[in-house]
């Protein structure tokens, strides 16, 4: 089975820290994504990147960071944390030709 | 930029009824893939069905088929003989050049 596991499930943290959302996949996928969800807007896209060391900006970027040092493990870094960045966070990989298949969220609190 | 668009932010349907999810999208790409992911009150995503925008034959898993229409840009899904453990939140997906992109889903809840 594939697997995608993301570090936390559930993280608190105060507004103004560096915060880092790891995520480690298994199947040597080209393909990773971070998304964030909240009610009412799905999951929009923060950043993705198709091979070690590349990435793209997604459709919400700021405020965010990315690194893809290994192609298994792919890190959302939030440089310093705002409460309005407070969501579920989920971490996704594919391969070309294949659906994506995602870790189980991490709820991202910040006071 | 691709764009999902899923207008109906809430559905019910009785259980053993059949019930249509919409969703359009809007690209200037030729290749791609289209999705229907499941996301249960557990929160993780489960893949229902697929679509390559290549294939005409629209795309059936089970109790669960498409209506991929290409020149429109609508990619609907169809539960049939719906049960109680379809209640969920939907979301339709459009995948090219790596990218990934989701509509805002739709809640769907399944009446006994």
């Known amino acids: 089975d594939v697997k995608v596991t993301q570090s936390s499930r559930y993280l608190v943290k105060r507004t103004g820290e560096k915060v880092f959302l790891e995520c480690v996949q298994d199947?040597?996928?080209?393909?990773m994504f971070w998304y964030r969800q909240d009610p009412g807007l799905g999951l929009r896209l923060i950043y993705f990147s198709y091979d070690v060391k590349m990435k793209e900006k997604g459709d919400i970027p700021e405020g965010y960071s990315v690194s893809r040092e290994k192609k298994e493990r792919f890190s959302l870094i939030l440089e310093s944390a705002s409460t309005n960045q407070t969501s579920m966070y989920l971490c996704a990989s594919s391969s070309i030709y294949t659906e994506a298949f995602f870790g189980q969220g991490t709820r991202l609190t910040v006071v | 930029a691709q764009t999902v668009t899923q207008s109906q932010p809430e559905m019910s349907v009785q259980e053993a009824e059949t019930v249509t999810l919409s969703c359009t999208y809007d690209t200037s790409e030729s290749d791609y893939y289209l999705f229907w992911y499941k996301q249960p009150p557990s929160r993780q995503m489960i893949l229902v069905i697929r679509q390559e925008a290549y294939k005409q034959q629209n795309a059936t898993e089970n109790r669960f088929s498409v209506n991929f229409q290409k020149a429109a840009k609508s990619f609907s899904l169809k539960i049939s003989d719906s049960q109680l453990g379809d209640a969920a939140m939907y979301f339709c997906?459009?995948?090219?050049?790596?990218?990934?992109?989701f509509g805002k889903g739709i809640t769907l809840s399944v009446r006994p």
């Open positions: 199947m040597d996928h080209e393909n």
């Open positions: 997906a459009y995948g090219a050049n790596s990218k990934l992109t």
